[in-house]
Each structure stands twice: as structure tokens, then as C-alpha cells.
């Protein structure tokens, strides 16, 4: 089963990427066209979880999995996650976008929620190191040890910051993280997280719509993969973080 590990479902708004999105039936056309069987779905920064939940309840033809956009310190989003726990499979937190870091003790009590539920944490890691830094989100980890955290972008997006990534899992001895790939250009970056991390540690993932699927399936193509370590990459490791295996 190949899973996209992180598609943004819906329309961003004007101020970001362009106000670039598609509908759901678009979406869910593209991964036909790939070949994909199914999506962990998360929103956009508009923070529309209904819809999304309303198109996954209403699905019949893919299986996708549900990772609302929460933003720390917002009573609503986590009275969200807590009511509607038996549809939530993770939560997304976008420290750039929302702009709290995921240290911040406004994040403590969604932290919390997924530690004591068993769900996983999606991290947007990116360039802003005083806001998104992968720092952050592997402190965050180490202090909550019992919660499994994806960190989206493998920690921030360019071959200087996925490297301290690697080195700050490793070092760190963090066995609860695990790297997306989605917006990845290098590569061999991914390879180097393979080949020190393990291929279980590594998550195919293409930021739909600002992404295709179809690049980040090329660049695990271009890895020097045994087939089971391409089959975990492109789906197995999704499918155990949501608790499928």
C-alpha cells in the first residue's frame, strides 16, 4: 500500500503560497493518477478540520487519515481533538504559520493529548530557526518520550538543516522521530537519513498541492533501496505511525 504521508487538503489562504489549493475530488484524481491508495490529510492554514473530516467520513474509494491543523493556546482546536478523538488519527502543529513554538507551554496540553492518546505529532520544521527550528521539536520530543513526532520537511528544507537533524536524533538518542521528505530536493540527504536512521525512520510525503506526489515518488526511485526499505518508506511507515501496520 503506498500511503502520501502529508497532503495539505483545501485552499491556503491569499497571503500564503498564492492561495494555492485544489477541491478534494482533484486531490483525490492526483493520487489516483500516482497510483497512491491512501493520504494522511491534514488542513491548510485556514484551519478548516470540518471539511476535512466531512470529506474522509464521506470516502469510499481511498483510506486516508485524519491530522487536524491545531494551533497552540486555541480553547476551540483542543475541544476538537478531544471531541472528536475517535476520527483523529494525529495532530499537525505549524510553528511558522501559527507562530508558537512547539516548546511553547501552549503547546504542553496538545503534547499531552497525543502522548496519553498514542497519536502522532506532524511538526512543520523549516527556516525560521527562531520559531521552527528542528531544535525544537526534538526537545519536544525528548520531553515527551512516550508520543511519536514526524518532523516534516526532514527539519527544515535545506541540506545544512536536515543534516543537524540527523545528527540531533542520533545524538539525542530520540527513537520516537521519524523524517518526512515532502519539499526535500537533496536527495542524497534522504539517503544520508536512511543509511544512519534506518529506512523506518523515513516517511514519503509530497505537500500536495504545493508538491506533486509523483516528484517525491522519483526521489525514492533515485535511493539506493533494498525493496523491503522502499516499501517502508512508501507506506509502511505511515501505516505504523497511525497504527495500521
Not at 492561495?19 to 492554514?45: N, Q
Amino acid at each position: 500500500m503506498i500511503v502520501d504521508g502529508h497532503i495539505h487538503a483545501g485552499y491556503w489562504s491569499p497571503r500564503m503560497f498564492l492561495g494555492r489549493g485544489t477541491s478534494f475530488e482533484a486531490m483525490e484524481a492526483c493520487l489516483t493518477e500516482c497510483g497512491i491508495d491512501g493520504a494522511i490529510l491534514t488542513s491548510t492554514d485556514q484551519r478548516d478540520n470540518h471539511s476535512v473530516a466531512a470529506f474522509i467520513a464521506g470516502s469510499n474509494t481511498k483510506k486516508y487519515w485524519f491530522f487536524p491543523w491545531v494551533k497552540p493556546g486555541v480553547e476551540d482546536d483542543l475541544a476538537y481533538i478531544r471531541e472528536n478523538r475517535a476520527v483523529i488519527h494525529g495532530i499537525k502543529l505549524h510553528p511558522s504559520c501559527d507562530k508558537i513554538k512547539v516548546t511553547d507551554v501552549k503547546a504542553e496540553p496538545f503534547l499531552r493529548f497525543a502522548a496519553d492518546e498514542g497519536l502522532p505529532v506532524m511538526v512543520h520544521c523549516g527556516r525560521w530557526q527562531e520559531m521552527s527550528s528542528y531544535r525544537f521539536a526534538l526537545e519536544a520530543a525528548a520531553r515527551y518520550p512516550e508520543a511519536r513526532f514526524i518532523l516534516s520537511h526532514m527539519g527544515g528544507d535545506t541540506p545544512e538543516l536536515e543534516m543537524g537533524t540527523i545528527r540531533g536524533i542520533t545524538g539525542g538518542g530520540l527513537d520516537n522521530v521519524s523524517l518526512g521528505i515532502e519539499g526535500v530536493r537533496e536527495y542524497w540527504a534522504v539517503q544520508k537519513a536512511v543509511d544512519e536512521l534506518g529506512a523506518e525512520k523515513v516517511v514519503f510525503g509530497s505537500d500536495f498541492p504545493l508538491g506533486h506526489p509523483r516528484m517525491y515518488m522519483g526521489l525514492v526511485d533515485a535511493l539506493k533501496l533494498a525493496p523491503g526499505q522502499k516499501r517502508l518508506i512508501l507506506g509502511g511507515n505511515a501505516l505504523r505511525l497511525v497504527g495500521e501496520e
